[in-house]
């Protein structure tokens, strides 16, 4: 199997994109005549009958979030915070939703199930009702685990609708602090969810309440 056939839908989708925006500015032949939509979807049919020449040809991250959490953390240390906020975040939520997709290909619902779960529920709720009625009580979100992943994913909503507190601040050590911690409380977030991945992987291989938090 494939590296291809072994990524999810949204893996593929960004493997995808990334390897049509490097193509058609480098002259792949035929790319600069399509549409956007049409160059994606010849892009997707190449990799997946090809995928040992895209291997070869292209070197990038085979982990989204992987990649996300590289550019988090390069822009904490430019101290860049907001974008290092934003990145967090993404990478929390696809954390999440990776959890959530795998839970559901456990249980035997389709991917598109899985998906139309993931596109309906809010960060809130994936973190309170919408997670119970996946994980139950066999894999639990500590709360500060919850407190932090909304702290960091409403950051990352003012910044993007140019709200965000520490912009507007004026003091540079009183930003400095505060940006601090948000980042603390984003690598905390990191751990934690490894932790979780980890926790319901166990449950899934032997079903004991070791997988509770």
């Not at 190449?46 to 992987?66: G, V, W």
């Not at 990191?190 to 509770?212: I, N, P």
Request: proline content about 1%.
């Amino acid at each position: 199997m494939s590296f291809w056939e072994r990524s999810s839908k949204e893996d593929r989708d960004f493997f995808a994109r990334a390897i049509y925006e490097t193509s058609s500015t480098s002259g792949f032949p035929g790319l600069q005549d399509m549409t956007e939509e049409d160059g994606l979807k010849f892009m997707s049919y190449f990799i997946a009958r090809h995928p040992e020449l895209i291997l070869k040809r292209f070197r990038f991250t085979t982990s989204y979030t992987d990649d996300l959490l590289e550019q988090a953390r390069d822009f904490v240390k430019a101290e860049r915070w907001e974008f290092a906020i934003m990145f967090y975040a993404t990478w929390i939520e696809h954390s999440l939703n990776s959890l959530f997709a795998d839970a559901f290909r456990s249980t035997g619902h389709s991917e598109e199930e899985a998906d139309e779960f993931i596109r309906a529920n809010s960060i809130w709720k994936k973190t309170s009702s919408a997670w119970l009625s996946v994980f139950g009580d066999s894999v639990r979100l500590s709360d500060e685990l919850v407190s932090n992943i909304r702290q960091v994913s409403a950051n990352r909503n003012e910044f993007a609708h140019y709200k965000w507190k520490s912009s507007l601040l004026t003091d540079e050590i009183e930003i400095h602090e505060q940006s601090n911690a948000l980042i603390s409380a984003a690598e905390l977030c990191v751990t934690e969810l490894g932790e979780v991945g980890a926790r319901h992987a166990a449950h899934k291989r032997y079903g004991d309440d070791t997988c509770k938090a």
